[in-house]
């Protein structure tokens, strides 16, 4: 018979879990009750394919991360219009440090845990364009509780979000859908049959010449371009895909440029992402005299969310 003391001890209970709740992704992170990150998972049960099945798909993730949390926060797209439970937006007199206190809860399932949505930001710009974000308030969050203060932060990614933080408050926000555009253009349209496929191999030159391109006309003309420098024979098919995401990259740093007055490239960038959201723009900022610190986005997510298990006091 084995001894007690060679037993496999149990495995540590799960005192939180988190859940970024995306639009087509979910990831789910399971704490201990010290805020460290035991278990987690990713899967496509994102806002659009739960809907009107929130509650069931939430358990269902619970189930396979073998948790039984005190409480749940999640953050996202599952607070909006496409959501769970639409919770309205806040504005940049709260402090980021205070999001616990704004928590919102939803309709508590049957043998469920309490859950509760993080809001996100909505701010104006100096025209009253309204700019939004949902989700990105939580890592930026956990940056600025891992030593990152006031200045600038880009979340590359489907829609890149650029914000400007002072004294813990967001100040600045600004939106590019570089990513979905590459995406699009990359897949349908005069662009994509003159891009050829995805398994073209990748041209660091043509990424250049991309970024060159960004600033020598409004964006719709230099897309064009792309398509021009291929039937006039002047780029290969298999480069334009690389040429369009230095255009797309370009457009995106040179606008963050002007409307800051240069201040984004007079100080080091963090970029909350991963290493392979990251390359791009790191292959971007020599020639633009930028600089960027990647901080990883899952460290940043998870660290955020200590800090609502202890606001909230979860045991």
């Not at 496999?8 to 988190?18: F, I, K, Y």
């Not at 948790?67 to 940049?92: F, I, N, R």
């Not at 334009?240 to 990259?249: E, P, Q, T, V």
Request: aromatic share 6%.
């Amino acid at each position: 018979m084995q001894s007690l003391d060679t037993l496999a001890s149990p495995p540590e209970a799960v005192s939180l879990v988190g859940v970024d709740w995306g639009t087509t992704q979910r990831r789910v992170y399971a704490l201990s009750s010290g805020g460290a990150l035991l278990r987690q998972q990713a899967d496509a049960d994102g806002a659009l394919a739960c809907k009107n099945r929130f509650a069931e798909s939430l358990g269902a993730a619970l189930l396979a991360l073998q948790a039984h949390p005190t409480t749940v926060v999640l953050s996202g797209m599952v607070g909006s219009a496409l959501g769970w439970v639409p919770v309205p937006y806040l504005d940049d007199h709260v402090a980021l440090r205070d999001l616990p206190a704004h928590l919102h809860a939803v309709p508590r399932a049957v043998g469920q845990p309490p859950a509760l949505i993080v809001p996100g930001y909505c701010l104006r710009d100096a025209h009253g364009q309204p700019d939004v974000m949902r989700g990105e308030e939580t890592q930026l969050l956990g940056a600025l509780l891992l030593g990152h203060g006031d200045g600038w932060f880009v979340l590359p990614g489907t829609h890149s979000k650029w914000v400007q933080l002072h004294a813990g408050r967001v100040v600045a926000l600004r939106t590019y859908m570089t990513g979905e555009l590459f995406d699009l253009l990359g897949r349908h349209g005069t662009l994509a049959a003159a891009a050829g496929t995805e398994a073209a191999p990748w041209d660091d030159g043509a990424f250049q010449d991309g970024l060159e391109s960004a600033q020598h006309g409004a964006l719709g003309q230099q897309l064009f371009g792309v398509r021009a420098r291929v039937v006039c024979g002047d780029m290969p098919a298999a480069h334009a895909r690389a040429y369009l995401s230095g255009l797309l990259i370009g457009a995106e740093l040179h606008d963050v440029l002007r409307h800051s007055n240069g201040a984004a490239g007079a100080q080091s960038i963090c970029l909350i992402g991963t290493p392979a959201l990251a390359q791009h723009y790191l292959a971007a900022a020599a020639p633009l005299q930028m600089r960027f610190e990647v901080l990883d986005a899952q460290r940043a997510y998870v660290r955020a969310l200590a800090h609502f298990q202890t606001s909230l006091g979860t045991p």
